[in-house]
């Protein structure tokens, strides 16, 4: 008969073994039957990781070239170790057959970590759930809605063009651009999301946008421990852990009373003819709830706190970092934010924000008829795409089109219009910052801030050769691209618009921006990386800049 102490010996030597069978299974046997190694691709020590290279922007911009010329344009990398093959390609076939495929799906730990603080959002689900979410949401970033805000965007723009007159001394100020821009973007999305005003230019305390703030701070300082392992957070809370939640209870009290107020005007709205004047995402998604009978083709009122927590999150913040380097590259670009500002100052614009502007559509049109302003907000999107890559697996076993070729490493040539072999489970890098940069598609000259190339693009740049939305990878394609890129576009054009013909920008002497990655792409001072996320620039009154 067992005793309780060789039973529970029992159970620990079973669960020690399945154990050590996981980890051979991990390092040795799996890793010898995956079709990934027979890629070309750099090699490395058994535990080496090559991770830093592909995601560090120290090292990503020329690293990627480099890694093109000796292996071609697919080929593998090592994620953890030698043992985790992962996938990268620059082969376009390759890289459209993979994001329009329902095979590949963003990784399970990436999605659970971002619902832990966004909850069930179009940027967290997969499949028919994920699809059902952009299709009730569609609506919300047709080109008639984003003419219908953009006087939001201009009226905004305008707040902050006050407030940096307000505490300039002597007509000029050394002014952090980034947290400014950042908090004049949460007030364009709260306005154009919820029609609720954070008036966070003013001052940085109402509950609502300090609980936003906080929480999607906390994001980049997670421990990859968590992230990998997110019941921890529910096990042991750490003082993150506690601070995203107390935000999410802040944003969830709040919501409710939104929806329910917006519930109650929107429906005594509906008899009238014109039907409801609220214009904003959220008015948008009730409506089509309201409209819509059917309960399983409808959003409950916790999705829609989701959603509008996952714009928040993904468009506030990636706005307000381009933006950011917009501003930086002009900067740097004295003659091209010359140019640019000798076009914007024109008496049209200069009134598109103000309560004499005729129409929603005419605002829109005015900042749309500007070229130079649109290759320099695109050029921008190109150079400093707000998110570095992403990355997909495989759900099963599948055959990957290329249109290049690909020599394995037993000599064996993959010709184009043949497949490469990949197994469920494999992981898939796309390379949005790579393929932005990519030389063969954009011209020896592509880390160069050059506008002028929007006029004409190479040919490999242009659709159908290039799938990218807009252009661009930086907004991706396919069924998980980015719905609201019209928003960002506009946006930034409304606020560059608005701010440059009233300053000219330049860099504080003896100063250098770096790059660091985290889930997005953030702006720091070298040499001063512990005071966080900044991006100085002298702004000064052109008022101040003519002459005597």
Not at 213 to 237: E, N, T, Y
Not at 327 to 337: E, M, N, V
Not at 388 to 398: I, K, Y
Request: charged residues 20%.
């Amino acid at each position: 008969m067992l005793t309780p102490l060789t039973l529970l010996l029992s159970v620990v030597v079973l669960l020690v073994g399945r154990g050590l069978l996981w980890i051979v299974n991990l390092l040795v046997i799996s890793p010898l039957f995956d079709p990934l190694r027979k890629l070309p691709g750099p090699t490395a020590p058994f535990f080496y990781s090559h991770i830093q290279r592909v995601v560090d922007p120290d090292f990503s911009a020329t690293q990627h070239e480099e890694w093109k010329k000796q292996y071609g344009k697919t080929f593998r990398y090592h994620g953890s170790g030698k043992f985790d093959y992962r996938l990268m390609t620059f082969d376009l076939r390759a890289v459209s057959h993979i994001l329009m495929s329902p095979i590949y799906e963003k990784p399970r730990v990436t999605r659970t970590f971002l619902s832990t603080m966004l909850g069930k959002g179009i940027f967290t689900t997969e499949g028919p759930e994920h699809t059902f979410q952009r299709k009730i949401i569609g609506p919300a970033f047709t080109l008639q809605s984003i003419k219908t805000l953009t006087p939001i965007f201009l009226r905004t723009a305008e707040e902050l063009r006050d407030k940096w007159d307000g505490i300039m001394s002597n007509g000029q100020e050394n002014i952090d651009v980034c947290h400014w821009i950042s908090r004049a973007t949460f007030d364009a999305f709260g306005m154009a999301c919820l029609t609720y005003n954070f008036r966070a230019i003013h001052g940085e305390t109402e509950e609502l946008y300090l609980a936003f703030r906080r929480m999607f701070d906390l994001a980049d300082q997670k421990g990859i421990l968590r992230i990998l392992v997110p019941i921890l957070d529910k096990l042991w809370p750490d003082k993150i852990a506690r601070s995203v939640l107390e935000s999410r209870q802040v944003i969830y009290s709040t919501g409710r009373k939104l929806i329910s107020e917006k519930k109650s005007t929107i429906l005594a709205e509906k008899g009238h003819s014109k039907g409801s004047n609220e214009k904003d995402l959220l008015s948008l998604l009730i409506q089509s709830n309201i409209c819509n009978n059917d309960s399983a083709k409808s959003l409950s009122d916790p999705d829609l706190l989701d959603q509008i927590s996952s714009f928040f999150f993904a468009g506030s913040d990636t706005t307000a970092m381009s933006l950011t380097w917009c501003l930086h590259f002009l900067a740097l670009h004295p003659d091209i934010q010359m140019r640019l500002r000798e076009e914007l100052s024109h008496p049209t614009t200069l009134r598109l924000g103000s309560s004499q502007s005729s129409s929603e559509e005419r605002a829109y049109d005015v900042l749309d008829s500007f070229p130079l302003l649109d290759s320099v907000v695109r050029e921008t999107l190109r150079l400093a795409p707000p998110v570095h890559g992403t990355l997909r697996v495989a759900t099963q076993n599948d055959l990957i089109p290329v249109s290049e070729p690909v020599i394995l490493t037993d000599g064996t040539v993959v010709s184009p219009g043949e497949y490469i072999k990949i197994r469920k489970g494999s992981i898939i890098h796309i390379p949005i910052e790579g393929l932005n940069f990519a030389k063969d598609i954009w011209s020896e000259d592509t880390l160069e801030f050059r506008p002028n190339r929007w006029n004409s693009l190479p040919p490999a740049a242009q659709p159908p050769n290039f799938p990218g939305l807009a252009n661009l990878m930086t907004f991706s394609f396919g069924p998980s691209s980015c719905p609201g890129y019209r928003f960002t576009i506009t946006e930034m054009k409304a606020f560059l618009s608005t701010i440059l013909p009233q300053y000219t920008f330049s860099i504080p002497e003896g100063q250098t921006i770096g790059k660091r990655n985290g889930l997005f792409t953030r702006p720091f001072v070298k040499g001063k990386s512990k005071m966080g996320v900044q991006l100085p620039l002298v702004v000064k009154r052109m008022d101040e800049c003519k002459p005597l």
